[in-house]
């Protein structure tokens, strides 16, 4: 996982986001956001963050609970003890023994 210093972008537990998010780099989500997500790097998405938010991304890590339509450039990563429900395009794919997944994958070829 990447370090603290490769973050560009924090939304911490406590805060809560309705709307659409931008990023230039990686970001690091532990909060509350509606809406949608969109970065040209890295997402992650914290344990205890509740993501209503379509999400699309070059790389999007998972460990908390996510409703919406993910896609990204190179993978997704869901590990325990995430919730995930949606549509995820994506050439690479890795889902954690414990997680829970409701919804479909479309793999796509990696740009």
């Known amino acids: 996982m990447a370090s603290e210093s490769d973050i560009t972008a924090i939304i911490e537990e406590g805060c809560k986001f309705d709307g659409n998010l931008s990023f230039q780099g ?6 509350v956001i509606n809406g ?3 970065s040209n790097d890295t997402v992650i998405i914290s344990e205890g963050a509740l993501i209503n938010a379509d999400i699309s991304a070059n790389i999007i890590l998972i460990s908390g609970s996510v409703k919406g339509n993910l896609k990204a450039s190179s993978r997704v990563e869901i590990v325990k003890p995430a919730r995930f429900e949606g549509t995820i395009t994506t050439p690479s794919l890795i889902v954690e023994e414990g997680v829970i997944f409701h919804g479909t994958t479309k793999m796509s070829e990696k740009n």
């Open 36 to 38: 949608s997500i969109f």
């Open 26 to 31: 990686m970001a690091r989500i532990s909060g």
